[in-house]
């Protein structure tokens, strides 16, 4: 059995010797998230970002002319994508494309793997979405994002574990090693792409049964409570309560919500 702290140790080593990398977010995202965050910044503004990538562009009128925001006229300009859909969906649209690329394995061996865990993430970011609706210190795409980033610090677990033949053939030590190691690894990511604090805390607590970060709900107890849900967790009481729901709620068979939930994920699975 591979003992987790010497791995999380040989992994944060190989991170400073530049053995292996942390997922960085390319020129676009940046730019996008740049203007997003000026608060005079203008939808010609990001439209004109966005365009210098055919794919992104090409995704986002997808988007817009989707079920769930589509309107009376179809779009066909990024410029009329922006403005239908907001800046602030743009920014988190624009990431889950990117996270969505940065989710691909560099070899075939943990393909499986790599996808496996970026469809966890859409499971989890769709829920989390709908479940901000009701509260309103919390934003609807930035709950979706928090989902999308929970475990991002699988993935150089997951790069790390190429050089492991036992983890790559025992899936259970494989989990029980991402659960260990990610958290430390995911803030590390966030931290390294600037988030604010209520998304950049979001790796090193999506686990804790008993988190409470404060009165009102933030962006973890989503995440927790999304989680607990979907995989049938226990715990997340505290998250729970801060949400409005009983401890025994089966959230997703809420009528409407189960609707919402699979057309955020045929979105950002699409």
């Known amino acids: 059995m591979l003992d987790k702290q010497e791995f999380l140790e040989r ?4 991170i400073q ?5 942390l997922p960085t977010l390319p020129e676009v995202a940046l730019k996008v998230k740049a203007a997003v965050d000026r608060e005079d910044s203008t939808a010609a503004e990001v439209a004109e970002i966005i365009t210098t990538d055919a794919a992104i562009a090409a995704r986002l009128l997808q988007v817009a002319n989707s079920p769930l925001y589509r309107g009376r006229i179809a779009i066909d300009s990024v410029q009329m994508a922006v403005t239908r859909l907001g ?6 649209l624009v990431s889950s494309l990117i996270m969505q690329q940065i989710f691909q394995a ?9 996808r496996a865990l970026w469809e966890e993430s859409v499971h989890v970011a769709a829920l989390s979405r709908v479940l901000s609706y009701q509260q309103s210190q919390l934003d609807s795409e930035q709950a979706m994002l928090a989902g ?3 475990n991002i610090g699988g993935l150089p677990v997951l790069t790390m574990a190429e050089n492991y033949p036992e983890l790559i053939n025992d899936a259970t030590q494989l989990d029980e090693i991402i659960k260990f190691v990610g958290p430390t690894i995911g ?9 604010p604090e ?3 805390k979001i790796p090193g607590h999506y686990n804790d049964a008993d988190y409470n970060g404060g009165d009102s709900a933030d962006y ?8 607990q849900q979907i995989y049938q967790l226990e715990g997340g009481i505290i998250s729970l309560d801060k949400l409005g729901f009983e401890a025994n709620v089966n959230i997703v068979n809420i009528e409407g919500i189960e609707e919402e939930v699979i057309q955020v994920e045929e979105i950002l699975l699409c």
Do not use: G, P, Y
């Open 11 to 14: 992994l944060q080593l190989a």
């Open 17 to 21: 010797q530049n053995k292996i990398t």
């Open 87 to 92: 800046v602030r969906l743009v920014r988190s």
């Open 106 to 114: 560099k070899s075939t061996v943990l393909e499986e793997r790599f």
């Open 148 to 150: 999308l980033i929970h």
């Open 187 to 195: 803030s590390l990511i966030l931290e390294s792409w600037e988030f």
């Open 198 to 200: 209520a998304l950049a």
């Open 220 to 227: 973890v107890d989503l995440v927790i409570v999304a989680r």
